[in-house]
């Protein structure tokens, strides 16, 4: 996939659209199958992500880092959700089944997925500065700026954010 989306990008901007695609793929894999719960419809969702990546990248690629994951990041929901909108609902849970057993022999990943899950059914103040945080790698202050929220004003919500997770760990228990 990345060979098909340098063909979209200038030669001045291939280095850079690399360094992005290096730093976000595997996040959004994670992402993706937190929402797909399917390897192949996870796949499809980071190559149709990077693919809008490329083809709109003269537009974004003088904004900010920060901004661009962001913008990735939304682009990367928006395609979950088309794929999910596009699939049977019974097919998806028979293949959630298949996918938790094979998961299960890789329990770092497994438990990034249930992790991953229980940050999806947060509140969304909560939920973006979680993810922001800890799935894309986002600093409390790019964090405060992106939201438009006070420094202060973050670490509360991920404090409280914390804490419904620790609280939903210890009642999965």
């Known amino acids: 996939m990345l060979t098909v989306c340098m063909t979209l990008i200038d030669d001045d901007d291939k280095s850079e659209f690399r360094k992005i695609y290096d730093s976000l793929e595997r996040k ?15 796949e499809e969702a980071v190559s149709e992500t990077f693919l809008a990546l490329a083809e709109n990248f003269k537009k974004i690629h003088s904004l900010e880092p920060a901004e ?21 609902k019974y097919s998806i849970n ?47 202050k790019e964090i405060s700026k992106q939201l438009h929220l006070s420094v202060g004003g973050v670490k509360s919500r991920l404090e409280k954010a914390r804490k419904i997770l620790r609280k939903d760990i210890n009642d999965d228990e």
Do not use: W
């Open 28 to 42: 959004l894999f994670v992402f993706s199958m937190s929402k797909l719960h399917n390897n192949a419809l996870a």
């Open 68 to 88: 661009i994951v962001a913008y990735t990041v939304i682009i990367n929901r928006n395609v979950c959700i088309d794929i999910l909108a596009k699939e049977n």
């Open 94 to 140: 028979v293949q959630i089944d298949d996918k938790i057993k094979e998961i299960s022999e890789d329990y770092d990943h497994f438990e990034q997925l249930i992790v991953a899950d229980m940050v999806e059914k947060m509140p969304d103040i909560y939920r973006d500065v979680i993810m922001m945080k800890y799935f894309y790698g986002f600093k409390v």
